[in-house]
């Protein structure tokens, strides 16, 4: 079984990978059983290309990481499968304040997935799905589940290509929340922040 190389940030942060870039799922459990216990809470895999295996691999050791906050696992290409991979285990993560899936092209089905996962995450207060080519659909399917985020702070959908309409959708979705605090980072033409969805209803 290939070692998992890490480093320890500081006691609530760990970063780690496969010195082989094997993505095995019992090194996975192994290296989580050693280096995850109390405190260390944070899981980075930022760009380490997993893919849809390496997310399926991930997922087998999301439930003994119940104490995770933070989940960061932009680019890594885990597309449409590796998000309804991701979302079955994302409900075990009570604790979870941030989420960046940034950049892996999950698309309409992968973020339908995501966000019908997110409802009973009640701790989360940043959440990124930047560069997933979700769409105006998309747009519509994260908007869902934003009156179940009460604690939101962030939320980053930035190329994306909601358009106009895909940006109202979010809007509504945090105004049913009464949630006009949410720094929402969009591209969208004409309805750029609060006031001129005010202006657009």
């Given amino acids: 079984m290939p070692a998992l190389a890490f480093r320890t940030v500081d006691d609530l942060r760990v970063e780690f990978e496969p010195a082989d870039g094997n993505w095995e799922t019992d090194s996975l459990a192994s290296w989580v059983d050693e280096h995850l216990q109390a405190g ?10 997993l893919g849809p295996s390496g997310a399926f691999a991930l997922c087998k050791v999301l439930p003994s990481l ?3 906050r933070v989940l960061v696992l932009g680019r890594n290409n885990i597309g449409s499968t590796g998000a309804e991979a991701l979302s079955k285990m994302l409900p075990n993560l009570k604790n979870l304040e941030y989420l960046s899936l940034e950049g892996n092209d999950i698309g309409l089905c992968g973020v339908v997935a995501i966000s019908k996962s997110l409802q009973n995450l009640k701790t989360l207060q940043r959440l ?3 560069s997933n080519a979700l ?7 994260v908007s869902k589940v934003l009156p179940f985020l009460t604690n939101l702070e962030d939320l980053g959908l930035r190329h994306n290509n909601i358009g106009d309409q895909g940006a109202m959708f979010v809007y509504q979705g945090l105004d049913q929340a009464g949630n006009r605090s949410v720094k929402a980072v969009m591209d969208a033409p004409n309805v750029k922040d609060w006031s001129s969805y005010d202006v657009a209803r």
Avoid: H, I, P
């Avoid at 260390?40 to 290309?49: A, E, I, Y």
């Avoid at 769409?135 to 399917?141: Q, S």
């Fill in 128 to 130: 990124y799905l930047g």
């Fill in 135 to 141: 769409g105006t659909a998309g747009a519509e399917a």
């Fill in 40 to 49: 260390k809470v944070f899981t980075k895999l930022w760009g380490r290309d």
């Fill in 66 to 68: 119940a104490s995770l």
